[in-house]
């Protein structure tokens, strides 16, 4: 249940001044005043019932900080404890296994999440999966078909819901717990009062306990009960003029398009020596010095070669990766990534699509992050991506302001599915897990 933000970011663009400096540093202040605005918000999570969520083994908003190890919420079970038929569906409506491995059965997810996915607040842009990356990000390394479910009406055979997991290794605290990352839960508009949504949580559940795995991982912009920890989406303009100019940001009153242009100007090459596309020769090193870099957050993904061939190694319009190797040694030293998700930009006559960058993994040794992510963001760019988005996770929040990032007007959540961290709270830059 990943859920990036799509909707205008609160970036400000800046104000009027009489140098680039004076700009920036006004700039600043605008968001900083934002982050105040943001942060005045009363609406108390913990007084919203959750019916379905509360039935449910995830952390509760009432229950107090207990100081004992991470572990399991619900009675440790085994798949013989399972119920081995699935859940009744409304009247009407079928379970579909999804093959995501045939174009046509492709084509039907790629419509349903285009046209009843993810939107922003205002209506304004909706996420465009595309097929390629839908096949990239539901068949890694030991995916099971039978963790892609679809619900179907009976009479048409047409596709109305859909809900995905797939396998993954996650240290939590200091414990290797295997998991499944929860994604793409979707229901067609038309049928939002079917209630479909708790159906599809609990057949996704069923079938991932059958295999005997009994922990999940998933991102929401809602709050639920109850979140690891929520973070923040940035955004980098690299096409400033096209992003004012369909309301994703807004021209600042005392700012001129040409001078925003000016502020958010990239050089034209890399800075860093070495710095080039990974090549699929590369996994191994990739996947030992993301390896390292990944221990010292307390959620964070286990990385094999493997996985890192099939995540990582660059595919047009899919996902972009580049290394930093040593020209003496040929060795490679760091590393650094971001996927593809662009936006359709509905009821804009000019513009149809936002080409959209999102911050993936990296790891920086030799080189500062800030200069490594300068690069990344110079090859977006090039590569004609209107807009950077980064969460403040990881060591993200080491270069979000001085690359001229700015705030975006949505909280992601971060949620385990029965499984309790420790007590001691967590912030963004624990979190070193990233959720398409």
Known sequence: MADHEVGPGADGTGVEGSSEAETSSELRSVLEQIRLNASSDTHNPRDVKHAFWETQPVVQFHEEAVDKPAGPIDNIMTPADVKQDPYNLPSGFEWCQLDMTESDTVEEVYKLLNQNYVEDDDNMFRFDYSREFLKWALQPPGFKQQWHIGVSVANSKKLVAFITAIPATINADSKTVKMVEINFLCVHKKLRAKRLAPVLIKEITRRVNLEDIWQAAYTAGVVLPKPVTTCRYYHRSLNPKKLIEVGFSALHKRMTMSRTIKLYKLPTEAATAGFRKMVIDDAPQVSAILTEKLKIHRLAPVIHTEDVRHWLVPQQGVIDSFVVEDPDTKKITD???????????????????????????????????????NDALIMAKLDDYDVFNALDIMENSDFLKELKFGIGDGHLQYYLYNWRMSSKSMEPKDIGLVLL
């Open 335 to 373: 590393f650094v990534s971001y996927y593809t998700l662009p936006s359709t930009i509905i009821g804009n006559e000019q513009y149809k699509v936002l080409k959209a960058a999102y911050c993936f993994y990296h790891a920086a040794n030799t080189v500062p992050l800030k200069q490594l992510m």
